[in-house]
């Protein structure tokens, strides 16, 4: 810890250095990814936090980190010693950073540096609007520093150059050049000639292409422009890139230099001010100016979330071989643990994965498999560490959340199963969850219906028993593309999005004792027209995850019998989908599971 | 109808001769109020509409009236040959006023003229906005010519002046001068130092005073000027009105010339934007320049939403003395058309008025008692006909919605009773709106919950069936108010306010197929803390509507046992409330209902 401790102390000095009043350091890239690659994990670089949200701030006499719930466990345990405070963020109290800055100085102007380049326009927006009620107009500077860090950070690798794939269009069930036909009326429709596109999945889905830039994520990290006329790509190493049909490359780094050539051709130029980073945003800003540039929400997320014929289709098949994957991994676990074998929660993962590759489709994980047994899974966002995890015993619960790509789909599976005797509490936890999961399952609404007008329906049988769990119920899945994709979601917060025929969303209702146990079922449905009257047009859920419930801990007088047939046939539909593709004894195994 | 005919057109054709491009009449008075007296309903006069949410655009070659779908019907039949062309609202093409002017004219600039004592700050903003959108900043003019019927208008009736009421302040739980002294810190807590409220329905409950100048609502026109040494209570006949302890009378009429005398003492005053009126904000503008005078929501209608104990007493009261009124008039109901009397849906709201008058604190109905049979009630907000209502008779369903006012609360309850033999799909649908009233009923949800986070579970059950209802589930009542109050309220739209502990609040789905039959069944809820655990504060509802459910025509297969349960714990809880208070004949034929 002492080494840590000097070179993060060390690294935040070189930042005072630049004798800024404060700098703001993000967690993400400027592409505003949720996941990042190596050379953007500079909130980790500073201050030795590695999980997936969270900003620094450090002023000459105070360094802290902004992150939410999910992470103050893993924070408080690795800025120990650093001298980095945390700021706990989605609590009551809660303190944003432009917030606290508004509050800190007295002295006028506060000079503030950023990385431009990694910072949203709204969140620099933001910031300006707090830093002008507190400061007045002159009374604070924001200075743009792109790749500031890169100044002391000697060893930062180098921007991401994996092998660009070019999938199968057919299985996209849609061609690059029908998604750019489609891209280009939109643009049209919403009073714009062209679009600059920033956002990694967006390129990704438009262009049907697939990297490995970022761990996690098939993306290839790069912008794209498309005008009336062209499609350019912004891509790192040209040279090593395909030549797609419709679409130019030009240079990553250069992009800049190569709008003034193009600001004729493009017209009215739109961006979407959530993924557009700052940075970029000045440079456009600053060529197409007044009413020639618009910050306009990209029309790409809300087509891209409803999916075509050929991804569902390809969506189906990926949910029956991830589900043989996760029967055949249930069973060895299962299997190993009651036969005495001292499986630590890094092997199950680690079998997990050994299982999911004899697939030759398996295009790796969509996230760390979240690999919990006991008190850990109480952390519904536990990293599972190489050494020293929890050795799985015969009793109690284990939590496996685990997520798969293929050519032809993404899956994101949660089961939480009983490794043996199990107290009433987490059997009543268990059967609780279980309920609202049913429940949400069973759901049917009107066109319109937007998620968080359903989100109770998960929930209610917790908080009937005075429970609940802190995050959100169900977010989109991306195909082949993220673990995470708006625009809709199921949660408390107000989305006006409303669920559509077509986009796949988790349904994952939890619940985590702090000490004891957590609970998490997720399987992920799609949204399809369920009826139609002269009442109008009704929507229900398609359960896509393919992986049996264990319900042998269930406590029965919990559920209406509408919940336990819907419990029972599921099994039963699992079983008739998978039997014929696992080992026989797998299969028997399952067969009693699902009796 | 060709005499109406010929009245309205002359009346538009008034309207015209004034000269502008268009003339936007509004449905509502100088506060924004949801009812109005004679004198503001501007909209009858001009075109015959008598529902109560409308406004009426006239322009040289159009008259259109904009509602919405409550009123779709009742405005067909009164536009009838006058002309009016019937705008509709809150259906998914709705073009709203604004966006219909922004889009009607090829001149520059575009005069529109409005009577600004009738149109919200925030209506004008809004179509402020379109217009500048459409036609430039400088390609239009908006003129407040107030009060501008009077110059047609020769019989305008007057200003009300009915008696003020000075409510025992015992039963209101709260003085005059606390609730004085509690606004004054609540606007010194939103850095202002004095108030200016419209709002009748915040005056009455700041000064505990009552009236009767609109129909339905016991309010008292007039304004209220807080500042941090007076309260000034602009009234009308100000000789009439009692001296309040700690409120100065000023005239209504002349409020304007005060203005300038109470500038100095006022310091930073605030007005609330969606019940201020256009005329007084530009009044007051023009008198607290700049940062002297701010928009901002009042603090009232919060507090006043979460009735204090003995609020929460008097509407106890209240909905038991006003279940015997129901009770009786049930009975009554149900004996006279099963014993072969004609009795028409006017005489049987004639009847409740009758048994309700019997009670000495009755102080009236809280709006138009709904009296309807048969297809009837599938208008949510049928208007009972003095001439030539429908006769009930021994078969369907009956819909009656009453509200009554007492000194001690407010009620609102609706029953749907089957007359006699019911088809299926009327059983039907009156067990799943019961089934969805029961479920809200049941619900439990975490502090912070809104309304519109738990509307779908009153839906629920019409919804898997492929049926909905097309108003909100829930509305908050006034404590001897106006029968529909906020912030909260229980529907689809976001509104991020709170459910909180003391909100009392209507629980009423509903299902209605023209031409055939209406269900609604409505209970008032109380939310109070139920349960604190490691997961936080967990809220529920407690009803205070004391009134039988029929439970004959149910079909039980419909309802879990648990609703089932809650049904007959119900109606138990009915008889055992009521049964003293009850003619001997009643309780008898209760007891039979409730078993």
Same mark, same amino acid.
């Given at each position: 810890?002492?080494?840590?401790?000097?070179?993060?102390?060390?690294?935040?000095?070189?930042?005072?250095?630049?004798?800024?009043?404060?700098?703001?350091?993000?967690?993400?890239?400027?592409?505003?990814?949720?996941?990042?690659?190596?050379?953007?994990?500079?909130?980790?670089?500073?201050?030795?936090?590695?999980?997936?949200?969270?900003?620094?701030?450090?002023?000459?006499?105070?360094?802290?980190?902004?992150?939410?719930?999910?992470?103050?466990?893993?924070?408080?345990?690795?800025?120990?010693?650093?001298?980095?405070?945390?700021?706990?963020?989605?609590?009551?109290?809660?303190?944003?950073?432009?917030?606290?800055?508004?509050?800190?100085?007295?002295?006028?102007?506060?000079?503030?540096?950023?990385?431009?380049?990694?910072?949203?326009?709204?969140?620099?927006?933001?910031?300006?609007?707090?830093?002008?009620?507190?400061?007045?107009?002159?009374?604070?500077?924001?200075?743009?520093?792109?790749?500031?860090?890169?100044?002391?950070?000697?060893?930062?690798?180098?921007?991401?150059?994996?092998?660009?794939?070019?999938?199968?269009?057919?299985?996209?069930?849609?061609?690059?050049?029908?998604?750019?036909?489609?891209?280009?009326?939109?643009?049209?429709?919403?009073?714009?000639?062209?679009?600059?596109?920033?956002?990694?999945?967006?390129?990704?889905?438009?262009?049907?292409?697939?990297?490995?830039?970022?761990?996690?994520?098939?993306?290839?990290?790069?912008?794209?422009?498309?005008?009336?006329?062209?499609?350019?790509?912004?891509?790192?190493?040209?040279?090593?890139?395909?030549?797609?049909?419709?679409?130019?490359?030009?240079?990553?780094?250069?992009?800049?230099?190569?709008?003034?050539?193009?600001?004729?051709?493009?017209?009215?130029?739109?961006?979407?001010?959530?993924?557009?980073?700052?940075?970029?945003?000045?440079?456009?800003?600053?060529?197409?100016?007044?009413?020639?540039?618009?910050? =306009? @929400?990209?029309? *790409?997320? /809300?087509?891209? !979330? +409803?999916?075509?014929?050929?991804?569902?289709?390809?969506?189906?098949? %990926?949910?029956?071989?991830?589900?043989?994957?996760?029967?055949?991994?249930?069973?060895?676990?299962?299997?190993?643990?009651?036969?005495?074998?001292?499986?630590?929660?890094?092997?199950?993962?680690?079998?997990?994965?050994?299982?999911?590759?004899?697939?030759?489709?398996?295009?790796?994980?969509?996230?760390?498999?979240?690999?919990?047994?006991?008190?850990?899974?109480?952390?519904?966002?536990?990293?599972?560490?190489?050494?020293?995890?929890?050795?799985?015993?015969?009793?109690?619960?284990?939590?496996?959340?685990?997520?798969?790509?293929?050519?032809?789909?993404?899956?994101?599976?949660?089961?939480?199963?009983?490794?043996?005797?199990?107290?009433?509490?987490?059997?009543?936890?268990?059967?609780?969850? =279980? @309920?609202?999961? *049913?429940? /949400?399952?069973? !759901? +049917?609404?009107?066109?319109?219906?937007?998620?968080?007008?359903?989100? %109770?329906?998960?929930?209610?049988?917790?908080?009937?028993?005075?429970?609940?769990?802190?995050?959100?119920?169900?977010?989109?899945?991306?195909?082949?593309?993220?673990?995470?994709?708006?625009?809709?979601?199921?949660?408390?917060?107000?989305?006006?999005?409303?669920?559509?025929?077509?986009?796949?969303?988790?349904?994952?209702?939890?619940?985590?004792?702090?000490?004891?146990?957590?609970?998490?079922?997720?399987?992920?449905?799609?949204?399809?027209?369920?009826?139609?009257?002269?009442?109008?047009?009704?929507?229900?859920?398609?359960?896509?995850?393919?992986?049996?419930?264990?319900?042998?801990?269930?406590?029965?007088?919990?559920?209406?019998?509408?919940?336990?047939?819907?419990?029972?046939?599921?099994?039963?539909?699992?079983?008739?989908? /998978?039997?014929?593709?696992?080992?026989?004894?797998?299969?028997?195994?399952?067969?009693?599971?699902?009796?």
């Amino acid at each position: 810890m002492a080494e840590n401790e000097s070179i993060h102390a060390q690294r935040i000095d070189h930042v005072r250095s630049l004798g800024y009043d404060a700098v703001i350091v993000s967690g993400t890239d400027p592409h505003c990814s949720e996941y990042v690659a190596p050379r953007w994990k500079q909130v980790e670089w500073l201050s030795g936090f590695t999980g997936e949200a969270g900003d620094v701030v450090v002023t000459q006499d105070h360094a802290g980190l902004w992150t939410d719930s999910r992470f103050f466990i893993q924070a408080e345990v690795q800025l120990f010693g650093t001298g980095v405070e945390l700021h706990p963020m989605r609590v009551p109290a809660q303190v944003t950073i432009p917030e606290w800055l508004a509050g800190r100085f007295d002295k006028k102007p506060v000079r503030i540096a950023v990385d431009g380049l990694c910072q949203s326009v709204g969140a620099i927006k933001e910031l300006k609007e707090a830093l002008e009620a507190a400061y007045g107009p002159e009374g604070y500077e924001i200075e743009d520093l792109p790749d500031m860090l890169s100044r002391f950070w000697s060893e930062r690798p180098g921007i991401p150059d994996s092998t660009v794939i070019q999938p199968d269009e057919k299985t996209m069930g849609e061609s690059r050049s029908e998604r750019l036909a489609w891209l280009r009326a939109a643009v049209k429709e919403a009073g714009c000639e062209s679009i600059f596109i920033s956002a990694l999945d967006e390129i990704a889905w438009l262009l049907n292409v697939r990297g490995n830039d970022i761990d996690y994520n098939p993306f290839v990290i790069s912008y794209l422009l498309v005008t009336p006329k062209r499609a350019v790509w912004f891509v790192r190493h040209e040279e090593d890139v395909p030549a797609l049909t419709g679409v130019e490359n030009a240079p990553y780094t250069a992009l800049e230099e190569l709008f003034d050539s193009l600001k004729e051709e493009c017209g009215r130029l739109m961006a979407d001010p959530s993924t557009l980073n700052w940075h970029m945003y000045r440079q456009l800003k600053e060529r197409f100016q007044g009413r020639h540039f618009q910050l =306009l @929400k990209s029309p *790409v997320p /809300l087509r891209k !979330a +409803v999916k075509n014929k050929k991804e569902l289709e390809g969506f189906r098949r %990926a949910y029956i071989e991830d589900g043989v994957a996760m029967e055949t991994f249930l069973h060895w676990l299962e299997t190993s643990v009651r036969s005495g074998a001292a499986v630590t929660e890094w092997e199950a993962a680690a079998q997990l994965e050994a299982i999911r590759s004899r697939n030759v489709n398996y295009r790796g994980q969509c996230f760390a498999t979240i690999s919990a047994y006991g008190p850990n899974a109480a952390l519904p966002h536990y990293s599972t560490p190489r050494e020293g995890s929890a050795v799985i015993k015969p009793k109690g619960l284990y939590l496996c959340d685990a997520g798969a790509h293929f050519p032809y789909g993404t899956t994101d599976t949660t089961r939480t199963v009983p490794m043996g005797r199990c107290s009433r509490q987490e059997k009543e936890d268990y059967t609780l969850v =279980l @309920k609202g999961m *049913v429940d /949400l399952s069973l !759901a +049917v609404f009107p066109e319109g219906t937007a998620g968080c007008q359903i989100d %109770a329906l998960a929930r209610m049988p917790l908080w009937k028993a005075s429970r609940n769990f802190g995050h959100g119920t169900g977010h989109g899945i991306g195909f082949w593309l993220g673990d995470h994709e708006g625009p809709q979601d199921i949660r408390q917060n107000f989305n006006p999005q409303p669920l559509l025929p077509g986009m796949v969303i988790s349904n994952e209702p939890g619940l985590y004792r702090e000490g004891k146990h957590g609970v998490r079922h997720e399987n992920v449905v799609l949204c399809h027209e369920a009826d139609k009257s002269e009442f109008g047009r009704f929507y229900s859920f398609e359960t896509l995850t393919c992986c049996h419930i264990d319900l042998s801990i269930v406590k029965k007088k919990l559920l209406t019998d509408r919940e336990l047939d819907w419990l029972r046939a599921y099994n039963r539909t699992v079983y008739r989908m /998978l039997k014929s593709h696992l080992a026989p004894e797998v299969a028997r195994w399952l067969k009693r599971k699902c009796r």
